[in-house]
């Protein structure tokens, strides 16, 4: 059964929290002199009484109140709320006027998608510029996971807020207690966007931008505030330093964190890390043999935006420094082919995950196995450790979800006229949390040419793939709402 | 801190929780896949899969800085390699162990510093005799929790309908006389602190602070009409009904031990002096009608069977005997035994929950009831010169409503409080309160309330 005056109340704490936020970009507007000033305190003064409101009317009996099925209602309610906050610093502005596609930029940011229907992104205001990185970087840790950082009295309740919002079909629990978990995760994604940052400034980058940069890297998110993406700047140096982050957010954060406490051979130890970081190797191998000669004659250059392309998509970032749409069809194939692997379980990155395609192919090969030996008594191990047999069936049943919503969504986008690679290269960067796809989607192109029913499928898309699917699913059978 | 448990079991999941809501760090380890799940889903303990004598699986749950390990599986050999493996990963970590053999306990060298090195170790069927015991002195209590090493104690008493305290104002029952303090009342399984002019109620559950020797005065305010203690009826020779048996063998009660098996009762009857020991079934009710069970004051139910244990309580109470303590062992019965009808329960695990708690607390933090226990504390802290409690008669003290003092403990004095008492410096206190308004306790104090 589930709590309403629970949902209601944490999802109140959740607008405050994001219109509080919104003072930063406020302050950056009155620096600049940008003129959107107003917009952002009107925004933040909504957001804040409106969360109050909520914060009253709703009210927590117990912190066991929140079980399974409120966790699960409050985060996909509070991502789909939180659209809407983070919308109206764009609709107010004026930067953004229309509601869809104010709804499908804020989206795409909390998902980390970094789809954009902007066209020219260097004249939107400073402060919204601001704006748009912040909530990717709330989106990539999780808004939820950070509520539960800072909110001391969820308890277990926390658990199962956090079951319903982290990416990952195992639940790695750091620390004992569930906040100090999120905490720990917290500071990591923290630590690491400061160091982009810092090592961003130190190769010459304006500091407004690093900054919006790394906070757009880390949640893998990709929106830059460049019309021309990374590639504006044409500088091997802050492709090397995105690269690295890039992959840095890709993998689990459970490790990074392993690794700051002192287990230096966790990277290699993992073997889900092992095999992300061999795959993005093959990759970058077969992408730049291929462009090699056809679209650049050196080869340094084809390594360096093979490295990139390869990165940004894999992991789901988006940013990107050539337009890989003119490649030839094998490098085509394989960027949207890597879309769907996606980046670690547990990173801030989005497709199918690496440790579930691992388990899939796994769990395959013993079916094989098993024509072979009827009798046979097997076990799928990971990295030395047998998985559960409900791990896996809820891995095949997630694939299976996943497929079956990116074919009824490619369906419908081809049904409004895009044509065939447009419509499976959109549904997939946007079900993955990439961004840029291929033809009208491209990465030199945006998705303002998209028909408005076909944003707000591309919207459900990002909010599921974001979700992992379940906890959005789950919310539109009837038996979840039934006492 | 850092708290490593072995074993996911009902002990094991009780003391979690309990240490969980107190804002420690809890790490538990089991081998069966359903108890971790069902921590995962009820608790915010980090639940780890695996085998509690693995010294990886020990490695891995952080025992190299955990501060105690509790051993709390069902397997004394469990525990006790898992205590000796944590010792050996952290040579500085407090360790409990729940032990059931008898002859392990026995064996002082093998638990000691030597060998194992154990800090404390559990004994669930000793703890549930000290409870038994305890209970018999006090008839009419539901419950009887030591403090300070038994100085004070902390006792449940349940309010019937024919009380004459039913209506009475709270103070009304320590006017007169010091040395009792209502300090906690459950009502409709809600904790309550009491304030002195609320009215008491019938079937609020009473907890009474004192000292041992007003005991007597205690007793003889809420039950008039009780007598002195005189026939008692023990079922089930078990290791908790042996032990309880010798412990009466050389009291003035008449004690009388009823078991199934003939070949335990001839071992008994070779073993005791004074007790009667009969061979026979305890939910035979011809049986119990020939001994006398009418006349008992007491009916002890301990056998293996908790099912049987609270029949042949009821049973024997409606056939005569005045007061029933039954032993049972899920701790999720405990809330139902008390509403059919069954004066007190006694139940090896939330013994050892207790036990192990209050070895992990020193005394410092006990709980009030371990029934609705997450509402309630009962706390210890030092009185400090700064804090407005000190050199001011209690009366004019501002305590947070929800808040009281239930025992000043001044050097090897313990004082019952009433409004005239001040409070030295470096008095200790024992204070109860309701989680709620802990916060304003803590500004009162002038002191962060010390959990452990």
């Not at chain 1, 219109?19 to 957001?47: C, E, K, N, Q």
């Not at chain 1, 081809?414 to 993955?432: E, Q, R």
């Not at chain 2, 006790?80 to 407090?94: E, F, Q």
Request: hydrophobic share 45%.
């Amino acid at each position: 059964m589930i709590h309403p005056e629970t949902v209601i109340r944490f999802t109140g704490i959740l607008i405050f929290f994001l219109g509080f936020s919104m003072g930063a970009p406020a302050l950056v507007s009155i620096a600049y002199r940008d003129g959107t000033t107003l917009a952002l305190l009107y925004s933040m003064s909504i957001s804040m009484g409106a969360g109050l409101l909520f914060f009253r009317l709703g009210k927590i009996k117990d912190e066991t109140a929140i079980n399974h099925r409120d966790g699960v209602a409050i985060v996909t309610i509070g991502w789909v709320i939180a659209g809407l906050v983070g919308a109206l610093p764009f609709l107010l502005s004026g930067s953004i006027p229309d509601f869809t596609d104010a709804y499908f930029e804020s989206v795409s940011g909390f998902t980390t998608t970094g789809a954009s229907i902007l066209t020219d992104i260097e004249g939107v205001p400073k402060g919204i510029l601001l704006w748009r990185s912040l909530i990717q970087w709330f989106g990539g840790m999780g808004i939820i996971v950070f509520s539960i950082a800072i909110l001391p009295f969820l308890g277990v309740g926390g658990m199962q807020l956090y079951k319903a919002e982290i990416p990952s079909p195992v639940i790695d629990k750091l620390k004992p207690r569930i906040s100090d978990t999120a905490k720990a995760l917290w500071k990591v994604y923290l630590l690491l966007t400061v160091l982009q940052i810092l090592l961003l400034v130190m190769g010459g980058m304006a500091v407004f931008d690093a900054a919006c940069h790394a906070f757009c890297t880390m949640p893998t998110g990709g929106f830059s505030p460049k019309n021309t993406s990374i590639a504006y700047y044409d500088n091997a140096y802050f492709e090397g330093v995105i690269i690295i982050f890039m992959l840095l957010a890709g993998i689990n954060f459970s490790l990074h964190y392993r690794l700051i406490k002192g287990d230096y051979h966790v990277f290699h130890r993992d073997p889900e890390s092992r095999v992300f970081l061999g795959i993005v190797a093959v990759l970058v191998l077969l992408v730049a043999m291929n462009i090699h000669g056809s679209v650049y004659d050196s080869l340094t250059r084809a390594f360096r935006y093979a490295a990139f392309q390869v990165s940004s998509i894999i992991t789901t970032t988006g940013f990107a420094t050539a337009d890989f749409d003119t490649w030839p069809s094998l490098a085509k194939t394989i960027l949207i082919l890597s879309m769907f692997l996606g980046a670690m379980a547990g990173s801030t990155g989005g497709g199918l995950k690496t440790m579930r395609i691992i388990l899939l192919a796994k769990h395959s090969y013993k079916e094989v196995f098993h024509i072979i030996h009827p009798h046979a008594v097997t076990a799928v191990k990971l990295g030395g450790k047998v998985v559960p047999q409900e791990i896996l069936s809820s891995i095949w049943g997630f694939f299976v979800l996943y497929l079956g919503i990116y074919v009824a969504s490619v369906l419908v986008m081809a049904s409004l006229g895009l044509d065939m690679i447009s419509a499976i290269s959109s549904v997939a960067a946007c079900i993955f949390n990439i961004g840029p796809g291929l033809g009208v989607v491209g990465p030199v192109q945006n998705y303002s040419s998209i028909p408005l029913p076909g944003k707000w499928v591309l919207t459900f898309c990002m909010l599921v793939g974001r979700l992992e699917i379940y906890t959005v699913i789950v919310l539109l059978l009837p038996e979840f709402w039934r006492k | 801190m850092k708290i490593t448990i072995v074993g996911a079991g009902d002990v094991g999941f009780h003391i979690a929780k309990r240490l969980s809501d107190e804002n420690q760090d809890v790490v538990v380890i089991d081998k069966d896949p359903a108890k971790i799940a069902q921590i995962n889903e009820n608790l915010d303990v980090q639940a780890l899969l695996g085998s509690g004598t693995s010294p990886e699986m020990l490695k891995n749950s952080g025992v190299n800085n955990a501060r105690i390990l509790i051993a709390a599986t069902d397997s004394d050999e469990v525990n006790l390699i898992a205590c000796m493996i944590a010792r050996n990963l952290n040579p500085v970590i407090v360790k409990i162990a729940r032990l059931r053999n008898q002859e392990y306990l026995r064996e002082e060298k093998l638990l000691g510093k030597e060998m194992l090195g154990l800090d404390q170790v559990i004994n669930p069927e000793s703890a549930m005799v000290e409870t038994i015991l305890n209970l018999m002195n006090f008839p009419g209590a539901s419950e009887v929790i030591d403090f300070e090493g038994g100085r004070v104690k902390l006792i449940g008493v349940p309010i019937r309908k024919d009380s004459r305290f039913v209506g009475q104002q709270f103070r009304s029952i320590s006017k007169g006389e010091g040395g009792l303090l209502v300090g906690a009342i459950i009502r409709r399984n809600q904790v309550l602190i009491p304030h002195g002019k609320d009215h008491i109620k019938t079937d609020d559950l009473l907890y009474v602070v004192t000292t041992p020797d007003q005991l007597g005065s205690l007793f003889r305010k809420f039950y008039a009409q009780d007598r002195e203690l005189k026939r008692v009826c023990i079922v089930g020779a078990g290791a908790t009904g042996a032990s309880l048996a010798a412990a009466m063998d050389n009291s003035k009660v008449n004690v009388k031990i009823i078991d199934r098996d003939s070949a335990i009762c001839t071992t008994l009857a070779e073993n005791l002096e004074r007790v009667t020991v009969i061979n026979g079934d305890g939910t035979d009710g011809e049986l119990l009608r020939e001994e006398n069970i009418s006349e008992a004051d007491f009916i002890i139910a301990v056998t293996g069977d908790e099912e049987s244990n609270v029949l042949m309580s009821l049973l024997a109470k409606t056939l005569g005997a005045k007061r029933a303590i039954t032993r049972i062992n899920k701790l999720s019965y405990l809330p139902l035994v008390s509403a059919i009808g069954i004066d007190s329960v006694v139940s090896g695990r939330l013994s050892a929950v207790r036990a192990i708690l209050q070895y992990i607390r020193r005394g410092k933090v006990l709980s009030v009831a371990p029934l609705e226990g997450k509402h309630a504390q009962v706390i210890e802290a030092e009185a400090l010169r700064t804090s407005d409690i000190v050199n001011t008669p209690l009366s004019q003290v501002k305590f947070p409503r929800g808040a009281i003092l239930g025992a000043i403990i001044r050097q090897d004095n313990i004082i019952i409080p009433t409004g005239d008492s001040v409070v030295q410096e470096k008095d200790r206190l024992i204070v109860f309160a309701l989680d709620k308004v802990i916060a304003s306790l803590e500004k009162l104090l002038t002191v962060k309330l010390e959990y452990i």
